[in-house]
């Protein structure tokens, strides 16, 4: 049973910083792309950043120059980093990742279960 699990998240005032972190578990053949998003209350689910299993990235405008993305291959984790955090960046931040597992060796997305993020002003 593969499994994302998400750590990290917190309370912090503005302009602070948080890494997330989102670890795979389980039998997994292979993880292509990987990525973070984010639904704050009332509005629908965001993509924030997303990565290739080759390292190439790609980010929302409103993050971009603050926030990074990264990832280590050889443990099955995606990181956020995310810098001079604003309250509007406040949500529940969520990792997914396409991953390819026996035994059909198929490619399926999983979704972890969210951390909480919480920026004050």
């Known amino acids: 049973q593969v499994q994302l699990v998400e750590s990290g998240g917190g309370l912090v005032q503005a302009g602070g910083s948080l890494r997330l972190s989102c670890a795979a578990s389980g039998t997994i053949f292979n993880i292509n792309g990987m990525g973070w998003y984010r639904q704050a209350s009332g509005k629908q689910r965001e993509l924030v950043a997303t990565?290739?299993?080759?390292?190439?990235?790609n980010y929302v405008d409103s993050v971009e120059g603050r926030f990074t993305i990264s990832r280590d291959n050889a443990k099955n984790t995606v990181f956020l980093q995310m810098n001079s955090l604003k309250p509007e960046d406040t949500a529940v931040y969520y990792c997914d990742a396409d991953i390819v597992s026996p035994p059909w060796y198929k490619q399926y997305a999983y979704w972890g279960r969210g951390t909480q993020v919480t920026v004050t002003s």
């Open positions: 990565i290739t299993r080759g390292g190439s990235t």
